[in-house]
């Protein structure tokens, strides 16, 4: 499984981001896509998940309002559009699929809020 995130990068704060993560394969094979976060010095917590079969979505209470998760199946690609960005945004964030009990992870991008 590869996933490939792509977008971050560095950006004032109250701007946006759209962050990609592309699939080699179908991304309709996975239950659950997601996309996780870790700041220097933190843990990585969840910021957004969306049900493959369904598209019901989930936020970290953080991101609510600001950050919207969506897919695209015929791309094989979930996104994370990210708005009103905030330094405290600033992190790596990585992809990552759940298939059955399989755990993936793709490569973290780096993204930077100046304030």
């Known amino acids: 499984v590869q996933l490939q995130a792509s977008g971050g990068g560095l950006v004032q704060a109250g701007g946006s981001l759209r962050l990609s993560c592309a699939h080699s394969?179908?991304?309709?094979?996975?239950?659950?896509l997601g996309w996780y976060r870790q700041a220097p010095g933190k843990q990585r917590d969840m910021v957004a998940t969306i049900i493959s079969s369904s598209g019901r979505t989930t936020y970290a209470d953080s991101v609510k309002g600001r950050f919207t998760i969506s897919r695209d199946n015929a791309k094989n690609t979930v996104y994370l559009q990210m708005n009103s960005l905030k330094p405290e945004d600033t992190a790596v964030y990585s992809c990552n699929a759940v298939r059955g009990y399989q755990n993936y992870w793709g490569q973290g991008t780096l993204v930077t809020v100046s304030s």
């Open positions: 394969g179908s991304i309709r094979s996975f239950n659950v």
